[in-house]
């Protein structure tokens, strides 16, 4: 099942809100807010095993705010988010690293980071299929054999 079936409506508001105010979008250097469409379509789509507690934090953010988060002005919710951080636990570091982790590999932004949109290795060197030639200092070592636990 995927998340956007397991948040309600108002969860995934609130969700849209709270990345929103984790990293808001910024004009100078190009990059959208970690509310942007395609990131919150990633968020749900890769949810997975972290979706009770992102559904506990957000369920505990609902229960701080009274009501929908978009819905309070801006030194409210800067309250309500000081009360998240200390009182959040667990739940709330999970749905800060799923904000982070979906921000931070979106294309846009690895762009404005000055990455390159591909696996770091192997820099453009080309691997032969089948040349296991790089194993060959491994092999020129001595058989070195342990006693299993």
Not at 7 to 29: G, N
């Amino acid at each position: 099942m995927s998340a956007a079936n397991e948040l309600t409506s108002a969860q995934c508001d609130d969700l849209r809100t709270v990345a929103a105010m984790i990293i808001p979008a910024s004009e100078e250097y190009r990059v959208p807010g970690a509310d942007d469409p395609a990131i919150q379509a990633d968020m749900l789509a890769t949810l997975g095993r972290d979706a009770a507690l992102v559904r506990q934090a957000l369920d505990h953010l609902a229960r701080l705010a009274g009501q929908p988060l978009a819905e309070l002005d801006t030194a409210r919710r800067d309250v309500i988010a000081q009360e998240f951080r200390s009182t959040g636990g667990a739940a709330a570091a999970t749905l800060v690293r799923v904000v982070l982790q979906c921000y931070y590999r979106d294309d846009r932004v690895l762009r404005s980071l000055g990455l390159e949109l591909r696996a770091p290795f192997p820099k453009g060197y080309v691997l032969e299929q089948g040349d296991w030639s790089l194993l060959d200092p491994v092999r020129a070592r001595p058989a070195s054999l342990r006693r299993a636990p």
